[in-house]
T-cell receptor
Framework: ETGVTQTPRHLVMGMTNKKSLKCEQH?????MYWYKQSAKKPLELMFV???????ENNSVPSRFSPECPNSSHLFLHLHTLQPEDSALYLC???????????FGPGTRLTVL | QQQVKQSPQSLIVQKGGIPIINCAYE??????FPWYQQFPGKGPALLIA?????SEKKEGRFTISFNKSAKQFSLHIMDSQPGDSATYFC????????????FGTGTRLKVLA
């Protein structure tokens, strides 16, 4: 595997389910990000981890819970989501202090 | 102050045309301005970026023009090709620590053969 990978690529869940999104970066970076991409809206930065410490949380509802166990892996745990949470969730990584963010292909989430 | 406004929302040009996408920002603390390209089913990928100490930057067929006083920057695609059909996002960031981008809403470009 190369670059940034995300699993699953598609996820359908009910409002009462609990699921997790996984991101893995194979680039040796030390910063990782979660973004939400909705139609006709800017990419919204949700969380930033630098050296496995959360350094940014952009007022994201508590039903989204990130976890960064090491510098290569990032998870987004989901529970009791709402239909308006349906979107493409993108993971990215960068070298802290470096300008380029490398994105994964995203997980298309549908909340019924 | 944190917004980046991008226009147009969509754009259709003939092959060989020069599509232009415009962005405007408000926060004068921003000092790094990248453009990302996204194909369907893929994540965005860095295309070209500029810092405010220059007014123009070219990489291949892609050019960024930057107007610091107007707080605007734009992407020009020379000799556009059908393979350039994608969604383009501008962004702005401060170049300190972990770069936290503020993205525009995106422009869907279609280049007709």
């Amino acid at each position: 595997e190369t670059g940034v990978t995300q699993t699953p690529r598609h996820l359908v869940m009910g409002m009462t389910n609990k699921k997790s999104l996984k991101c893995e970066q194979h680039l040796g970076h030390n910063a990782m990000y979660w973004y939400k991409q909705s139609a006709k809206k800017p990419l919204e930065l949700m969380f930033v981890y630098s050296l496995e410490e959360r350094v940014e949380n952009n007022s994201v509802p508590s039903r989204f819970s990130p976890e960064c166990p090491n510098s290569s892996h990032l998870f987004l745990h989901l529970h009791t989501l709402q239909p308006e949470d349906s979107a493409l969730y993108l993971c990215a990584s960068s070298q802290d202090g470096g300008y380029e963010q490398f994105f994964g292909p995203g997980t298309r989430l549908t909340v019924l | 102050q944190q917004q980046v406004k991008q226009s147009p929302q969509s754009l259709i040009v003939q092959k060989g045309g020069i599509p232009i996408i415009n962005c405007a920002y408000e926060n004068t603390a921003f000092d790094y301005f990248p453009w990302y390209q996204q194909f369907p089913g893929k994540g965005p990928a860095l295309l070209i970026a500029i810092r405010p100490d220059v007014s123009e930057k070219k990489e291949g067929r892609f050019t960024i023009s930057f107007n610091k006083s107007a707080k605007q920057f734009s992407l020009h695609i020379m000799d556009s090709q059908p393979g350039d059909s994608a969604t383009y996002f501008c962004a702005a960031s401060r170049s300190t620590g972990t770069y936290k981008y503020i993205f525009g809403t995106g422009t869907r470009l279609k280049v007709l053969a």
